[in-house]
C-alpha cells in the first residue's frame, strides 16, 4: 500500500511511492522519464534552502513539487515546468515529485503536514520455485552463455 497524506487536512493519494535516498537516486530523480505516474520522495542529508534546488532540465513533462521543513511541514510548492530550476523560499529536508494534480488532490497550503507510505520494493519480486530452476541447464556456446533445453529423463523399464 503506497500513499501520500496530508495529515493536516486528512487527505490520501493512493498511487506508487518511491523514496530517492542515496546521491544517485536524488541525481537522476524523474529525468528522462516518459510519464510521471508516481511520486517521488527525495530524502536530502541535511536541511537546507541552497542545496534543495530542484532542476527541471531533461524533464518531458511538468511536475508538481512540494518542498518539506524537516518537520514534514509544507515551506513551498510549484508547478514545475521544463528546463527551468526552482529553490525554496526556505530551508527544505525533503522535497515530493510527482505527476500535475498532486498539490491540488491534497489541497496543499504552507504549513501542511505531509507524510508517506512506501510498500518495500523487495515485496514486490516473485521467487521462483526451485524445482523450475533445477530444471534448467546453460551451455556455453562462443563465448557466450545461453538457456538449454532440459534432457528430456528416459523412463526405465
Keep these: 500500500m503506497n500513499m501520500l497524506i496530508n495529515e493536516t487536512k486528512n487527505k490520501v493519494w493512493h498511487g506508487r511511492v ?5 546521491f544517485f537516486k536524488r541525481f537522476k530523480g524523474l529525468m528522462l522519464t516518459p510519464n ?3 511520486v517521488l520522495v527525495f530524502i536530502l542529508p541535511t536541511e537546507t534552502r541552497t542545496n534543495a534546488s530542484v532542476h527541471m532540465f531533461f524533464m518531458l513533462q511538468s511536475i508538481d513539487v512540494i518542498f518539506l521543513n524537516s518537520a514534514r511541514e509544507v515551506v513551498d510548492f510549484k508547478k514545475a515546468k521544463p528546463w527551468r530550476v526552482y529553490m525554496p523560499k526556505e530551508a527544505t529536508k525533503y522535497i ?7 498539490i491540488k488532490a491534497l489541497d ?3 504549513g501542511d503536514k505531509l507524510s508517506w507510505i512506501v510498500e518495500d520494493e523487495k515485496e514486490k519480486a516473485v521467487p521462483s520455485p526451485s524445482n523450475v530452476i533445477n530444471g534448467v541447464s546453460f551451455k556455453k556456446i562462443n563465448g557466450t552463455i545461453g538457456l538449454a533445453e532440459p534432457k528430456p529423463k528416459l523412463k526405465e523399464p
Design 96 to 102: 515530493i515529485e510527482g505527476p500535475l494534480g498532486i
Design 18 to 22: 518511491k523514496v530517492a535516498d542515496t
Design 36 to 38: 510521471v505516474n508516481y
Design 108 to 110: 496543499v497550503e504552507i
